[in-house]
Every structure is written in structure tokens, then in C-alpha cells.
């Protein structure tokens, strides 16, 4: 059954996707950095080439990138940049040619609310909510994306629903890691940055969330940026890049 | 779940509960005496300017000089002391008191009422008079003049002299009727006029024939030089304005000390105001700055919940909003729970003093409404900024 139904979402995905490429270049919805080099990190990369850092990228709409990278490459530091969550570093990163240092406060808001959603390396959930909570929470913070049964079948998808009513102070890595999938998925988004979201995930499980994170990009026509240590073949990447 | 819901789970207010109930209750506290006060002023003012607590003698006084064994003789006022009198901000106008200056004595015109009195006539500009009467007019086709005579001379008559001499007592109506003779003394002996009685004056003690008439009668049969006016009356809007007793204490004035009976309760008035409102002022400051620290605190003691839901894409709007509805409220119901307490306080207040005549409103001023919604508007001020500065740093 699984087979069945991965194989034509595939084909149905590229067709996609290269229908929302075009499209993306008309409307002009993409991420670009210019230069882009951490402070941290300047010294190491004005010396050693990567194709993010200290040149000129685009992601376009609709894209599907994976970056692998060594420890201590910056994945996070990328990933919480285009997030706005730190700006220590030298060029630009603009969303639609628009400056994301330029966007503040509630604008900001409006942003990580309609067009992207995160899922953390190190998961960042509320310890003292339930998993329910947790994932309510970023449903009903915009206005909602997803009625509330989205919750249950999600959880259903990844086998957490024991825990959906437990606080998630008191779930293993790997179910807190589920938590925060889901949570990510409950909102509307354009783009979706993931950092090393399978890392505390056996294959099973990883696999399912790979499923259920495709399904979700595709209903909203949304590319991702997904961070790993290793290869993998969870989804059929438009590009493949390293730091 | 609403988002409130989850976010009351997240930002806890309880961290200064105790902090919080003290806040509570000095504002509550500050609130009552502020409003209080408020409303004392306004129940003073209404007892001033209220049509039924304003009897005709409140807002004009007659004013003389006082006299001691040193004035006798000096009663007179000159022009510098009235012009001086006039320019106090408190008269609003100023009529002087024409006395006669011939002799004059009344009797009864028929045989049925025998009296006979020496008598004497004053004048006011008619704006000064409590008696609208079409009789009082005069000129010289008259076949009568009219006179103004005092309350308290009937009153006199009715209860003091009629009943120890055994003499019918007086309506207002039977004197209006019972015509008098007039003689006034000239040079060629005296002169007949008839006299009719056409109103009654709380005002003032004086027996008053119009200004027309005194004009044309000095003229005629005065006897004396024209003298410097030794009385004045005066308008004034608040007979119990502290200013006006002082200013006729320091130069040697007097006037009826019952019109100014009102200044003593305003001193008290005054007082006790004062003493509320800056009491309530300095407790509302405080218990404003205890909310100021609470808000401070709770926002504080949630900084990490705050952060994280700011970078999971809570707008700082969305949080301002929440948090205004989890400080504010109390303190709509502080206002509205002290307004009731003065309403009720008032409804007691009136029914207690009516008992003694005096007549307050049973509701709360509309004065103490607004300053109850300006206190209010600061209580908002004082959140909202409070709540944004802190949001901000985070």
C-alpha cells in the first residue's frame, strides 16, 4: 500500500514543482542570500569554498533543498538566520528582495504565522504544556490553518497520540521531536526550514514523518530547507547543497 | 482551546498573588477617597446653587460698616471704599443705599386702624430687590407710594408685639390692603401722600420706596445735604466664600451673619476634601507603582515562555492584548465597585439630611462619573505602557 501510494505522489510532486518553479520566478517568491557568512564563522570560510556561505543563492518557491554538513558548519546558524532569530552575521538575507532585518515586530510575526514554519534541532517545545498544547498553540496563534482533529490524526500518523495529552516535559527525544513536527505542520506556510528533524527518529519513524512533512509541503505548494549530517533518500530533493 | 487559554497556562500572573491583592486594595482605597472627595465638592456646590436650598437673602448681602463706641458717627461709606468693594472678584454687582433725607411718619388712613409712627424710606436700584410687583412703580401721577417692607417686620409684628398686646395678628395679604397715610415734614409743614405695603423683602431690612420716588422726594423735601451712603448691597455668587468674610473683617465691614453661615461648613468642606483627595492622590500613585511592579515582575518571571513564543511567531501585539485582559480587568471592577459604595453612600447621605432640611441629590454627581472614567483612562495608560516596555525588551 505504502509503495503504492509514495510512487505516484512523486511523479505528481515534480510535475508540481516544476509548474510552482515557473511560478515562483513570475511572483517572485524566494529566498535570497547575498554574501551570507556568520560572524563566527568568517575567518573559516574566506579560505574554504561552500555553496551557501560567502556566495550569492536563491532558493526559489516551491523548492525542495537539502544541506548536508559537518558539525559545526553552521547548519543551525543558517537555519536561524533565515529565521530572524540571529543577525550576527555579514550580507543579507531578503525574502521577495525585501530585507528580513527590515521586518520587525509584529510584521515579523506575521511572517513566521503565514509563510514559514520551523522545526527546531533542539525541539524548543513548552515543558510545562501537554503535547496537545503545544501543538494548539501554534495552530490557533494565526488564524487556523487546520480544524483541531488535524492534531489527532497527525499524532495518529506518527504514533504519538498516548501522548497527547502527557506534558512534554515528561516525553523521550523522540517523541518530543514528533511533537514538534507536528506542531510545525499545523500552520500555514511557504516555506518550511528543518533542522535535523529526524536526528532522535529511528528509520520507521523517520520515514513516516518524511511522509506526512511531503504530503503537507505539496497541499501548500511550500518548499523546505532541510539540514542533515548524512545523505538521505527521505524526499526527492531539488537540490542537494553543502556548507 | 483558545489561545488565551494557553497563554494564561504560559504566562502566570500568580507569581506576585500577594503583591497583587495589596495593589488591589490600595487602589480600591485611593479610588474611594478620590471619588469621595469629588463627590463631597459636588454635594457642596449643588447645596449653593440648588434652586431648593437657595433662599432669596443667599446671594445678596447688605454690608455696613461695624459699629464700635469708635465708628459711632463714621458710619458712612465714602466712594474709594465702594469703588474698592466693587472691584473684589467676588461682587458681582454693587447697589447702593439711598437713605431719605427728610422727616417722615406713616399712620393709619382711616379711623378703623389707628397708629401712627415716625418713619424712615431707603432705596436700591431695583436689580437688588426680591419683589417683582407691577405696583412698584412710581412717578409723580401716582395716587400712592409703593413700599417694601421686611419679613422679619411682620414676623416681629405677628409673634412678638400683636400677641403681647393683645392685637389681631397680620396676614401678608390684609397689609398689602390697609391703606396708609404718609406725612412727610417740609418747610411749609407736612405733606399728605397715600402709602400701600405691595411686597415683602427677605433681602433686605429696610423700609423701601422706589428709587424714583426717593430721587424726587430728597430733592424736594430734603432737609440735609446729600450724605456719603452708609449701606451697600451687593450679589454675590457664593455667600460663603471665606474671601469675601475675611476681606469685610479687614476693613471694618459687617453683614448679616447668617448669610454667611455657609462659610464655615465650606472651611470644614474644604478640609476635608483637601485632606481626601491628596490622601487618595498619593495612595492611587503608590498603588499604581505596586501594579507597575507586578506587571514588571510576571512579565519577568515568564521571559523564557515570552521569548519562545515570540520566536514560534506570537505577534508582541498579540501578547500586549492578552496581557491588558489579564491586568486589567480588575481594575474596571475596582472603579465600578467604588462607584457603587459612593452611590450607596449617597442614597444614605441624602436620606440622612433631608432629615435636617438640607436637600442633596440621592445620586451620584456626573462630575464624580468622569473622574471615576478619567481615573480609569490613567489605570489603562498605566497598564498599556507598562505592558509595552517590558514586551519590547523581549
Keep these: ?243 | 482551546m483558545n489561545l488565551s487559554l494557553l497563554l494564561k497556562k504560559l504566562i502566570k500572573t500568580s507569581a506576585g498573588r500577594s503583591r497583587f491583592i495589596l495593589a488591589i486594595l490600595g487602589l480600591s482605597v485611593a479610588l474611594f477617597l478620590i471619588l469621595a472627595a469629588v463627590q463631597i465638592q459636588a454635594n457642596y456646590d449643588d447645596l449653593l446653587h440648588n434652586k431648593t436650598n437657595q433662599d432669596s437673602i443667599a446671594n445678596f448681602l447688605v454690608i455696613n460698616k461695624v459699629i464700635t463706641s469708635e465708628t459711632i458717627g463714621q458710619t458712612a461709606l465714602t466712594e474709594n471704599q465702594i469703588s474698592d468693594v466693587k472691584k473684589q472678584p467676588f461682587v458681582q454687582a454693587l447697589g447702593v443705599l439711598t437713605s431719605s433725607r427728610f422727616k417722615v411718619s406713616a399712620q393709619g388712613a382711616s379711623n378703623q386702624l389707628p397708629f401712627y409712627t415716625d418713619l424712615f424710606f431707603e432705596s436700591v436700584p431695583d436689580d437688588f430687590l426680591d419683589v417683582n410687583n407691577k405696583d412698584w412703580a412710581w412717578n409723580d401721577q401716582s395716587t400712592f407710594i409703593p413700599l417694601i417692607i421686611p419679613n422679619s417686620f411682620l414676623d416681629m409684628y405677628n409673634f412678638g408685639f400683636a400677641s403681647s398686646q393683645g392685637l389681631p395678628k397680620l396676614s401678608q395679604d390684609l397689609v398689602r390692603n390697609i391703606p396708609l397715610q404718609i406725612n412727610i415734614q417740609s418747610a411749609n409743614g407736612p405733606v399728605k401722600y397715600y402709602a400701600k405695603v405691595v411686597g415683602f423683602s427677605d433681602r433686605i431690612a429696610s423700609i423701601l420706596v422706589p428709587q424714583s420716588f426717593m430721587d424726587w422726594a430728597n430733592s424736594k423735601f430734603g432737609t440735609e445735604p446729600p450724605a456719603s451712603p452708609s449701606r451697600i448691597v451687593i450679589r454675590t455668587k457664593d455667600p460663603g466664600n471665606p474671601e469675601l468674610l475675611n476681606y469685610l473683617k479687614e476693613h471694618g465691614l459687617t453683614t448679616d451673619a447668617d448669610k454667611t453661615r455657609f462659610s464655615k461648613y465650606r472651611q470644614i468642606v474644604n478640609i476635608v476634601v483637601n485632606i481626601s483627595w491628596i490622601t487618595g492622590a498619593v495612595m492611587l500613585l503608590f498603588a499604581l507603582l505596586i501594579f507597575t511592579l507586578f506587571i514588571q515582575l510576571t512579565i519577568a518571571s515568564c521571559k523564557d515562555e515570552i521569548a519562545l513564543l515570540i520566536t514560534l511567531g506570537a505577534a508582541p501585539k498579540q501578547l500586549k492584548t492578552f496581557l491588558i485582559k489579564q491586568f486589567f480587568p480588575p481594575n474596571i471592577i475596582i472603579v465600578f465597585v467604588t462607584l457603587a459604595i459612593i452611590a450607596l453612600l449617597q442614597f444614605w447621605v441624602k436620606h440622612w439630611l433631608s432629615g435636617e432640611h438640607i436637600y442633596v441629590s440621592g445620586f451620584i454627581s456626573i462630575t464624580t462619573i468622569i473622574s471615576a472614567a478619567l481615573i480609569m483612562l490613567v489605570l489603562w495608560i498605566v497598564n498599556f505602557v507598562t505592558i509595552k516596555k517590558y514586551i519590547n525588551k523581549h
Design chain 1, 1 to 243: 500500500m505504502r509503495g503504492i501510494s509514495k510512487q505516484p505522489s512523486i511523479i505528481d510532486r515534480s510535475a508540481f514543482s516544476h509548474i510552482l518553479l515557473s511560478s515562483a520566478i513570475l511572483f517572485n517568491k524566494m529566498i535570497q542570500l547575498k554574501n551570507l557568512v556568520p560572524v563566527p564563522l568568517k575567518e573559516k570560510f574566506q579560505v574554504r569554498k561552500s555553496s551557501i556561505w560567502n556566495t550569492e543563492v536563491t532558493f526559489n518557491k516551491g523548492e525542495w533543498i537539502k544541506i548536508k554538513a559537518p558539525s559545526g558548519t553552521g547548519k543551525t546558524t543558517l537555519i536561524h538566520s533565515l529565521y530572524k532569530l540571529r543577525t550576527d552575521y555579514e550580507g543579507s538575507v531578503s525574502y521577495n528582495d525585501k530585507n528580513i532585518l527590515e521586518v520587525q515586530d509584529d510584521a515579523l510575526a506575521s511572517l513566521r504565522q503565514q509563510n514559514i514554519s520551523i522545526i527546531f534541532q533542539d525541539l524548543r517545545l513548552f515543558a510545562n504544556l501537554t503535547a496537545r498544547e503545544n501543538i494548539e498553540l501554534n495552530r490557533v496563534l494565526q488564524a487556523p490553518y487546520y480544524e483541531s482533529a488535524m492534531i489527532e490524526q497527525m499524532a495518529d500518523t506518527l504514533q504519538i497520540t498516548h501522548i497527547l495529552n502527557q506534558r512534554t516535559g515528561l516525553c523521550s527525544y523522540g517523541e518530543q521531536q514528533r511533537i514538534a513536527i507536528v506542531r510545525a505542520l499545523m500552520q500555514p506556510f511557504e516555506w518550511l526550514f528543518m533542522d535535523e528533524p529526524f536526528s532522535h527518529l529511528d528509520m520507521d519513524n523517520s520515514e513516516r514523518a518524511a511522509r506526512l512533512i511531503a504530503q503537507e509541503c505539496r497541499k501548500r505548494n511550500a518548499g523546505f530547507i532541510l539540514t542533515d549530517l548524512d545523505e538521505d533518500t527521505h524526499f526527492s530533493y531539488t537540490r542537494n547543497l553543502t556548507l
